[in-house]
């Protein structure tokens, strides 16, 4: 079993940042590939950054390429996800996932566990 708890969500203005925290216990979290998911009101949960468990691959939807970054402290058990230049269409909940293969892929399939999500709300 792995637990997640994210933090860092909250309210900001278009054009701002944020940086969200998922911290991780339970297993060994470097063997880990790590991802960040979100999902906006009546929408589907989306695929947002992927990371593996080495660090050395990544994946980002194209909407947040350039604006979004995904990085982990193995040390911290810990996965980031840095958000600049936030856009109101970026509001949704954000949940971290991650999956015992070392993956860092889009398919939401391919994750086992998964956070309780955090609430980003970016006002125009």
């Known amino acids: 079993q792995v637990q997640l708890v994210e933090s860092g969500g909250g309210l900001v203005q278009a054009g701002g940042s944020l940086r969200l925290s998922c911290a991780a216990s339970?297993?060994?979290?470097?063997?880990?590939?790590t991802g960040w998911f979100r999902q906006a009101p009546g929408k589907e949960r989306e695929f947002v950054a992927g990371?593996?468990?080495?660090?050395?691959?990544?994946y980002y939807v194209d909407s947040v390429k350039g604006r979004f970054t995904i990085s982990r402290d193995n040390a911290k058990n810990t996965v980031y996800l840095q958000m600049n230049s936030l856009k109101p269409e970026d509001t949704a909940v954000y949940y971290c996932a991650v999956n015992t293969r070392g993956y860092s892929g889009s398919r939401r399939e391919w994750y086992d566990y998964w956070g309780q999500g955090t609430q980003v709300t970016v006002s125009s």
């Open positions: 339970g297993r060994t979290f470097s063997s880990l590939g």
């Open positions: 990371l593996s468990s080495g660090g050395t691959t990544t």
